[in-house]
């Protein structure tokens, strides 16, 4: 039995829910993969944003075993938070531990937010550079427990911003002070996939079902992958192995 309607997720191209987040984060791994094979294959680079938080680490890790030919690969950043360089919580540490320090990407491929700057400035600095270089091919996203992604939060004005890249204050997760891709930079990238695990994702879930309007909502086309922990209680009857469902493209 399918565990997740695609139609009840008001944006998903195609809802994936996972045993566990180890399965989760290699199906992940390997549609990085694919997307980027293809988009090396069509126009010899591969634009890929990455998400932040930790969901997305085991996931990294898994993507540095497999066959990328990196230097054909820009990483850029959902979002950052206004942290000075090499602290630890920012999400470009996360990254580069996980992923980027264990993969032979030029460095130069590497553009990270330079949030250490102010919002503001980054903001400023960082939108200069994806407008000269969107649309992204991929943006992987994760979901907060307030349905926020990237750093696009509820009731926050730069999750209403037209702007590129939106410099964020009063985040409800700290640091209060980052900077996002705005929520236009989002929808217009080729192929957006959210990454979604663990039980504290149950009730934005549950809220994005019944309609609630919470920045994920608002995020347009999206491949959803999810852990059966995420799922809202009354769903969660699948049987063992990947459930899938997709919409007719
Ligand atoms: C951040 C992230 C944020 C994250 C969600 C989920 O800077 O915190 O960009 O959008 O993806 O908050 O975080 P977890 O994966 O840690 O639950």
């Known amino acids: 039995m399918l565990t997740m309607k695609i139609s009840e997720l008001p944006n998903a191209q195609a809802v994936f829910v996972h045993d566990d987040l180890d399965d989760l984060s290699a199906a992940v791994a390997q549609r990085v993969v694919e997307l980027a094979t293809q988009a090396i294959a069509v126009r010899g680079v591969f634009h890929?944003?990455?998400?932040?938080?930790?969901?997305?680490?085991?996931?990294?890790q898994k993507l540095r075993e497999l066959t990328i030919d990196w230097s054909r690969?820009?990483?850029?950043?959902?979002?950052?938070?206004?942290?000075?360089?090499?602290?630890?919580?920012?999400?470009?540490?996360?990254?580069?531990?996980?992923?980027?320090?264990?993969?032979?990407?030029?460095?130069?491929?590497?553009?990270?937010?330079?949030?250490?700057?102010?919002?503001?400035?980054?903001?400023?600095?960082?939108?200069?550079?994806?407008?000269?270089?969107?649309?992204?091919?991929?943006?992987?996203?994760?979901?907060?427990?307030?349905?926020?992604?990237?750093?696009?939060?509820?009731?926050?004005?730069?999750?209403?911003?037209?702007?590129?890249?939106?410099?964020?204050?009063?985040?409800p997760k700290l640091p209060a002070e980052r900077v996002s891709l705005g929520m236009s930079t989002l929808n217009t990238a080729r192929q957006r996939i959210f990454i979604v695990a663990g039980k504290e994702k149950r009730a934005a879930l549950k809220k994005i079902i019944e309609g609630t309007s919470l920045?994920?909502?608002?995020?347009?086309?999206?491949?959803?992958?999810?852990?059966?922990?995420?799922?809202?209680?009354?769903?969660?009857?699948?049987?063992?192995?990947?459930?899938r469902q997709e919409k007719p493209i």
């Open 48 to 60: 890929l944003a990455l998400a932040g938080g930790e969901t997305p680490r085991r996931c990294y």
């Open 73 to 171: 690969v820009q990483i850029y950043f959902g979002d950052e938070r206004c942290l000075p360089v090499g602290n630890a919580q920012r999400n470009d540490s996360m990254a580069r531990e996980s992923l980027l320090d264990h993969v032979p990407i030029p460095p130069a491929n590497i553009h990270s937010i330079p949030a250490e700057l102010g919002a503001r400035e980054a903001a400023a600095i960082y939108a200069a550079l994806l407008d000269r270089i969107m649309p992204l091919d991929l943006v992987l996203l994760g979901m907060g427990e307030d349905g926020h992604t990237a750093s696009l939060f509820p009731n926050n004005p730069a999750t209403e911003s037209a702007s590129s890249i939106v410099a964020v204050f009063d985040a």
């Open 215 to 243: 920045p994920v909502a608002r995020v347009a086309a999206a491949e959803w992958h999810l852990d059966r922990a995420a799922l809202p209680e009354e769903k969660d009857q699948c049987t063992q192995g990947t459930m």
